[in-house]
């Protein structure tokens, strides 16, 4: 589906360790109504867009939210939130948000870090976050918003992996999608890197224990969709290359953030961008990963995949 990726503000109400946006990136003004909707309304008229991606920052605290949901329910098109969901645990927002907009024709991606809240708390640096989200959680399952759950592999929690998933698979219904992204080092994620970098080879193994409690569900008959995002194929076991996601940004047709112009068809961040991708026959199927992993870690570690 093409999609137009829209921070509408940089403002947040959360400071996660692993943000890829930098500290300073909270004094540049958010786009207004009018910029939203002028993107909005060329987005699908000159390329055709039909997911409008509302992101942030934190896009439930821009002051016009509910305005700007109002303006593009009117067109035909889906759409999409990330947010951390602490707004929506406001039950008098929750009910203004889903008198303006249809939940079942929402899909909203919720970041959650850990099942231990305290954990949680400390990589959103934001005291109760973790039952707040949680509350949140709860109001959008009741308007039957499609959520998915996602999980960044951290250097801080990477170990709780396979116990974040047996959490994360009795809290949710079937229906809640998981995802689990290795982060882009950038920004604040690159000042805490400490708690936050991990490389692949430390993290993988954790993971696949966290898989095998998915495919262990599934054959009890559980149809939970689990997703493995910018995870490069080489460095995990072929028998997990079916979590891959293997689609990066290519479907974002538009993209805009505040003061910047409305761009069309931006290149990616993410991708088999790597020296040993050059050569490799999976380089049109492979997520990669994101480019700052080259500044941060040995490349070398990426292997070409080659058939005999
Ligand atoms: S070498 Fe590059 S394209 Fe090939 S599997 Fe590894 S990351 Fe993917």
Redesign the pocket.
């Known amino acids: 589906m093409k999609t137009l990726y829209c921070a509408i503000g940089y403002v947040c109400n959360e400071r996660c360790q692993f943000c890829p946006c930098s500290k300073d990136s909270v004094t540049v003004p958010s786009l207004t109504y009018d910029q939203v909707c002028m993107t909005v309304r060329q987005s699908i008229e000159e390329k055709g867009v039909e997911n409008i991606l509302l992101s942030g920052g934190e896009p439930t605290i821009h002051p016009d939210f509910f305005k700007i949901l109002d303006y593009i329910k009117r067109f035909d098109v889906n759409i999409s939130l990330l947010t951390n969901a602490l707004r929506l645990a406001d039950d008098t927002f929750a009910e203004k948000m889903f008198s303006i907009i249809d939940g079942s024709k929402l899909d909203v991606t919720v970041a959650f870090h850990s099942h231990i809240p305290e954990k949680h708390d400390f990589l959103t640096q934001h005291k109760g976050s973790f039952n707040r989200s949680m509350k949140g959680i709860s109001n959008m399952l009741k308007h039957n918003v499609k959520l998915s759950i996602k999980n960044n592999i951290v250097n801080y929690t990477y170990k709780d992996l396979p116990e974040y998933i047996k959490w994360a698979t009795s809290q949710f219904e079937d229906n809640v999608t998981l995802l689990f992204c290795n982060i882009d080092i950038n920004g604040t994620a690159a000042s805490n890197k400490e708690n936050v970098a991990v490389d692949f080879r430390d993290s993988i193994p954790y993971l696949e224990q966290a898989l095998d409690i998915v495919i262990e569900q599934r054959k009890l008959g559980h149809k939970r969709n689990v997703k493995v995002l910018t995870t490069?194929?080489?460095?995990i076991d072929p028998y997990y290359w079916g979590f891959i996601e293997t689609s990066t940004q290519e479907n974002v047709a538009a993209y805009k953030v505040p003061n910047s112009e409305l761009l069309w068809d931006i290149g990616s961040d993410s991708g088999?961008?790597?020296e040993?991708?050059t050569n490799?026959?999976?380089?049109k199927?492979?997520?990669?990963?994101w480019r700052s992993f080259k500044n941060n870690f040995d490349e070398s570690i990426?292997?070409?995949?080659v058939c005999e």
Request: net charge neutral; aromatic share 10%.
């Open positions: 490069p194929l080489c460095l088999p961008l790597f040993a991708c490799c026959e999976l380089n199927y492979c997520p990669g990963t990426l292997k070409s995949i």
